[in-house]
């Protein structure tokens, strides 16, 4: 299993990235079904919250897909990852049925 973070010409601290990583390597842990994931980092300027995260997760057969925006990148990570995890446990739900 693989996952990317593209972050274009965002800059991302290094405690952030080593925070996704884990985060990251948690989620690929709990859901071994899963084939890739890409997560995308924008920052949207002057609007209100200004950083975007946007989480796609291949699982076989289907693409999740879960955006959020917060007033920071781990802020609106966070709510991602949680709303990509309820994702995957219905995902995995509908599978075991």
């Known amino acids: ?27 690929l842990s709990d859901f071994a079904f899963i084939v890739s994931a890409d997560l995308y980092l924008h920052e949207l300027g002057a609007k209100s919250p200004t950083h975007q995260v946007r989480l796609r997760v291949q699982v076989p057969g289907e693409t999740l897909i879960v ?8 802020e609106a990570f966070d709510a991602a990852l949680a709303a990509m995890r309820r994702q995957l446990t219905r995902y995995k739900e509908t599978i075991r049925s």
Do not use: I, P, W
Not at 1 to 27: C, I, N, P, W
Not at 67 to 74: I, L, P, S, T
């Open 67 to 74: 955006e959020e925006r917060g007033d920071n990148f781990q």
């Open 1 to 27: 299993m693989r996952y990317e973070v593209h972050a274009g010409s965002v800059k991302v601290s290094s405690a952030f990235t080593a925070y996704v990583e884990d985060r990251m390597q948690r989620l």
